[in-house]
């Protein structure tokens, strides 16, 4: 079955530091997401990206966060300047269509900032 | 932002069938029903979704009300891996296709 795939699995930086996080995608997909979930909260919206540009971004998708799809499989979320409440699982996803297909969602990548 | 209400937590006994209700009062034309799941210490994990048909697949059914103001997931024989959170989230269709997700149900299943 296709699968959705993060690295690092786990990423330890130190406040201040820029932290790249890194998605495959499933290859036919067209839209594509980054959530995260702080330890014991709910899963939390922070950007899609469809063709080639960011669709929708919610309030904490600020100016320290920026996503990418460089060369075609690859998307990636950036956060230029840690802080502790970084700290959070990050989930990338992608879906085939929008809301009449499903998501996949990756195992996370669980960012400590320390 | 999620636009759905859920119980907080619920019990089943394994091997039992599990009904899991979803109240989306404000919900729009263009929005599907997706019903997700979160095992511990993994990523959500697709189940079902619908528009307005009630809908089946390997994992479980999906009830959707004739007014689509609720739907009922069901598990027809829980097991011990079921145990999960289980989060139902409007998708719209007109307006990004962002899954936001609320709170959801916590299920246990006691052997």
């Known amino acids: 079955e296709p699968e959705v795939t993060q690295t690092p699995s786990h990423q330890v930086t130190q406040m201040g530091q820029e932290v790249i996080l890194r998605c495959v995608p499933i290859s036919n997909h067209l839209y594509f997401y980054w959530y995260r979930q702080i330890l014991g909260q709910k899963v939390e919206f922070l950007v899609s990206?469809?063709?080639?540009?960011?669709?929708?971004k919610s309030e904490i998708f600020d100016d320290q966060f920026s996503v990418e799809r460089p060369d075609g499989s690859n998307f990636t979320l950036k956060i230029r300047s840690t802080k502790l409440e970084d700290s959070a699982m990050y989930f990338c996803a992608s879906s085939l269509w929008g809301g009449n297909t499903e998501a996949f969602f990756g195992q996370g990548t669980r960012l400590t900032v320390v | 932002d999620a636009k759905t209400t859920q119980p907080n937590s619920m019990e089943s006994n394994e091997e039992e069938p599990v009904h899991l209700p979803c109240n989306h009062s404000?919900?729009?034309?263009?929005?599907?029903i997706h019903w997700y799941r979160q095992l511990p210490s993994q990523g959500p994990e697709y189940v079902i979704h619908?528009?307005?048909s009630n809908v089946n697949n390997r994992m479980a059914s999906l009830a959707i009300a004739e007014d689509r103001k609720s739907s009922t997931l069901i598990l027809h024989r829980a097991t011990l891996r079921d145990a999960a959170v289980y989060y139902c989230i409007l998708v719209p269709t007109n307006t990004g296709n962002q899954f936001y997700f609320g709170t959801g149900t916590s299920l246990t299943v006691i052997p």
């Open positions: 990206f469809y063709n080639n540009e960011i669709s929708e």
């Open positions: 619908g528009l307005t």
């Open positions: 404000t919900i729009s034309g263009t929005d599907y």
